[in-house]
């Protein structure tokens, strides 16, 4: 019997089933109020600073 290959979908496609979980979509928006924000502030700051993860790293070890 051939196998059969999963139905592809893409990131935004995957995400936007999983957000259909009320559970599920209940923790992402627990988690976008914190988690989520501080680290798109984190990533943000490095991006305008013009640093890669490697070269931040060195500021942190």
């Given at each position: 019997?051939?196998?059969?290959s999963?139905a592809?979908?893409?990131?935004?496609?995957?995400?936007?089933?999983?957000?259909?979980?009320?559970?599920?979509?209940?923790?992402?928006?627990?988690?976008?109020?914190?988690?989520?924000?501080?680290?798109?502030?984190?990533?943000?700051?490095?991006?305008?600073?013009?640093?890669t993860?490697a070269?931040?790293?060195?500021?942190?070890?």
């Open positions: 019997m051939a196998k059969r999963p592809k979908m893409t990131h935004d496609e995957l995400i936007a089933k999983m957000l259909t979980n009320p559970a599920v979509c209940a923790e992402h928006e627990r988690l976008e109020c914190g988690e989520f924000a501080l680290l798109d502030e984190i990533l943000g700051a490095r991006h305008n600073a013009g640093l993860q070269q931040l790293k060195i500021h942190f070890v």
